[in-house]
Nanobody, 124 residues
Framework: QVQLVESGGGFVQAGGSLRLSCAASGRTFSDYTMGWFRQAPGKEREFVAAIKKSGGSTYYADSVKGRFTISRDNAKNTVYLQMNSLKPEDTAAYYC?????????????????WGQGTQVTVSS
C-alpha cells in the first residue's frame, strides 16, 4: 500500500501561483511513477501532469503546458506541482496519484493509489 497526502491548495487570484505537494509513504517512493489529476464539480477527473520514477520524463496536459511544472524529490518522498499563471478554469480538487507500472498515464483508471485531494480555487 502507498499512502498519499496532498497539501498546498488554497484560494488565489487569476495570474497567481500555488505549489502543491504530495507526501508518499508505505513503499519505496522511487519505484513509482507519480501523477496529478484534477476534478471540477460535475466533471470527470482529468489528467494534469506525471513524472516517471527517476524524474527524467515528464508529461503534461495541453491545458497546463508552459504554466505547470511537476517535479519530485525521491529523498523526501514528495512530488510537487508548481502552478503559475493560474486561470479560473484551473479551479478544481487536485489529486496525487501513484503507480508502479502505469500503462496509460492520462487515464485515471490506470493508477492504483490516490490521495484525498486538495482544493484549488482561482478567482477572476
Amino acid at each position: 500500500q502507498v499512502q498519499l497526502v496532498e497539501s498546498g491548495g488554497g484560494f488565489v487570484q487569476a495570474g497567481g501561483s500555488l505549489r502543491l505537494s504530495c507526501a508518499a509513504s508505505g513503499r519505496t517512493f522511487s519505484d513509482y511513477t507519480m501523477g496529478w489529476f484534477r476534478q471540477a464539480p460535475g466533471k470527470e477527473r482529468e489528467f494534469v501532469a506525471a513524472i516517471k520514477k527517476s524524474g527524467g520524463s515528464t508529461y503534461y496536459a495541453d491545458s497546463v503546458k508552459g504554466r505547470f511544472t511537476i517535479s519530485r524529490d525521491n529523498a523526501k518522498n514528495t512530488v510537487y506541482l508548481q502552478m503559475n499563471s493560474l486561470k479560473p478554469e484551473d479551479t478544481a480538487a487536485y489529486y496525487c496519484a501513484a503507480d508502479r507500472t502505469v500503462i496509460s498515464i492520462s487515464n485515471s483508471r490506470s493508477w492504483d493509489y490516490w490521495g484525498q485531494g486538495t482544493q484549488v480555487t482561482v478567482s477572476s
